[in-house]
């Protein structure tokens, strides 16, 4: 299945699973390796945290960052619809970036390269076998617009300056607030707006970041969009 395609089926309104589903094909299409790479991850942390589970082995492997160690792959990425639906939300022009901080796999990088071949696609990932293989994929695809960085985003001066950043529950609440107040300082300079996916982001910007909701708010099914400024 190609991208084009799950662009043509947002409309048809379907259930999670399939979105899921149809995501994984997508990956395959583009050469992802994300099981065998993700079944890997979890063979080295049961050989060096033997009594741990999915719940510590990123913490005990990235000293405290939450890496998503033996989470389902399905649940560790945001689907393909979801990231066409936002694109499409944002209206991505010419020149502009759009940064995934926390970017997995580089999915968002897939659709930037794909449909947005004149934006820009930055994604900010801890392990380094994801980063790999995203990179690969773009090389592959000839999508010179997308890279990804392996960065810890526990320092926050990893960030790029883009224009919209997606942020997915990547870490602990201390950490993904500090990434806030960050982009709180880059906003001070240009026009930002934030795609919150998941509680976590969701919460802490509602209550501990007044600089996002003060202007436009959107509410989708499962992500936020909220703009340092007024349109
Ligand atoms: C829930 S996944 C989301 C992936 C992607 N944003 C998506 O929506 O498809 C969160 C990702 O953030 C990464 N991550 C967690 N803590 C991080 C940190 N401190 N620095 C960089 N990446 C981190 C994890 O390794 C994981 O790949």
Redesign the pocket.
């Known amino acids: 299945m190609k991208l084009k395609q799950i662009e043509s089926n947002i409309k048809d309104n379907l259930d999670y699973q399939t979105k899921q589903k149809h995501s994984d094909v997508v990956d395959d299409y583009y050469g992802f390796s994300v099981y065998d790479i993700e079944s890997s991850l979890v063979d080295n942390a049961q050989v060096k945290f033997p009594n741990g589970n999915y719940k510590s082995w990123?913490k005990s492997l990235?000293a405290g960052?939450?890496?998503?160690?033996g989470?389902h792959p399905r649940?560790?990425?945001?689907?393909y619809y979801?990231?066409i639906e936002c694109c499409r939300e944002l209206d991505l022009k010419e020149g502009e970036i759009l940064c995934?901080?926390?970017?997995?796999?580089?999915?968002?990088g897939i659709v930037i390269g794909e449909l947005y071949p004149k934006s820009f696609f930055i994604?900010?990932?801890?392990?380094s076998q994801?980063v790999e293989d995203g990179n690969k994929i773009y090389k592959n695809k000839g999508f010179s617009n997308c890279k990804l960085i392996e960065?810890?985003?526990?320092n926050p001066n990893?960030i790029p300056i883009s224009d919209y950043y997606?942020?997915?529950?990547?870490?602990?609440v201390s950490?993904i607030n500090k990434v806030l107040e960050k982009l709180s300082d880059i906003s001070s300079n240009k026009k930002i707006k934030i795609i919150a996916?998941?509680r976590g982001v969701k919460t802490l910007i509602e209550n501990n970041h007044p600089w996002l909701t003060v202007f436009e708010i959107k509410h989708f099914e499962t992500f936020s969009i909220f703009s340092s400024h007024s349109s």
């Open positions: 990123g990235y960052s939450e890496a998503w160690i989470l649940q560790l990425q945001t689907t979801e990231l995934d901080l926390g970017a997995g796999f580089g999915r968002a994604g900010v990932e801890i392990v994801r960065e810890n985003l526990d990893c997606f942020i997915y529950d990547f870490g602990i950490q996916r998941g």
